[in-house]
């Protein structure tokens, strides 16, 4: 079994964030995975920030700081691409703001994202759907 407490230091995956008082989780889920997956596609030296921000300011399938899904952020990017989290708004704002993205800021933009709803498996069985 993995040693999951160490991920953070030796770098795959990228520190916890708090999405404060904004209902964001979306958002952060959504990066968070995007980032993980570039990294183990070797796409990525090391672990990379995504732009969190960007996507409850740009993405407006979602309700910003009111919901929204993963899979549609997942979705946003694919046609939009995400930009680094330095490359966007360095920092978190824990509300939505003005949009100010531009194609030229994307770091990464997925050509194929699917999404494979699976409820109540274990971990065995996700590992083995990834």
Same mark, same amino acid.
């Given at each position: 079994?993995?040693?999951?407490?160490?991920?953070?230091?030796?770098?795959? /995956?990228?520190?916890?964030?708090? =999405?404060?008082? @904004?209902?964001?989780? +979306?958002?952060?889920? $959504?990066?968070?995975?995007?980032?993980?997956?570039?990294?183990?596609?070797?796409?990525?030296?090391?672990?990379?920030?995504?732009?969190?921000?960007?996507? /409850?300011?740009?993405?407006?399938? =979602?309700?910003? @700081?009111?919901?929204? +899904?993963?899979?549609? $952020?997942?979705?946003?990017?694919?046609?939009?691409?995400?930009?680094?989290?330095?490359?966007?708004?360095?920092?978190?704002?824990?509300?939505?703001?003005?949009?100010?993205?531009?194609?030229?800021?994307?770091?990464?933009?997925?050509?194929?994202?699917?999404?494979?709803?699976?409820?109540?498996?274990?971990?065995?069985?996700?590992?083995?759907?990834?």
């Amino acid at each position: 079994m993995p040693d999951y407490k160490n991920w953070y230091a030796e770098g795959k /995956v990228n520190k916890p964030q708090n =999405q404060k008082n @904004c209902g964001s989780c +979306w958002a952060f889920s $959504a990066a968070a995975v995007m980032e993980s997956l570039n990294h183990l596609y070797g796409n990525e030296t090391v672990l990379t920030e995504y732009s969190i921000q960007q996507l /409850v300011d740009c993405d407006k399938e =979602q309700s910003g @700081c009111k919901g929204g +899904w993963m899979w549609q $952020a997942f979705n946003y990017t694919k046609y939009h691409g995400i930009a680094t989290r330095a490359g966007y708004k360095k920092e978190y704002l824990s509300r939505q703001d003005t949009c100010t993205y531009t194609s030229s800021m994307a770091h990464f933009k997925p050509k194929v994202m699917g999404v494979i709803e699976q409820d109540r498996n274990v971990n065995l069985e996700l590992k083995r759907l990834v």
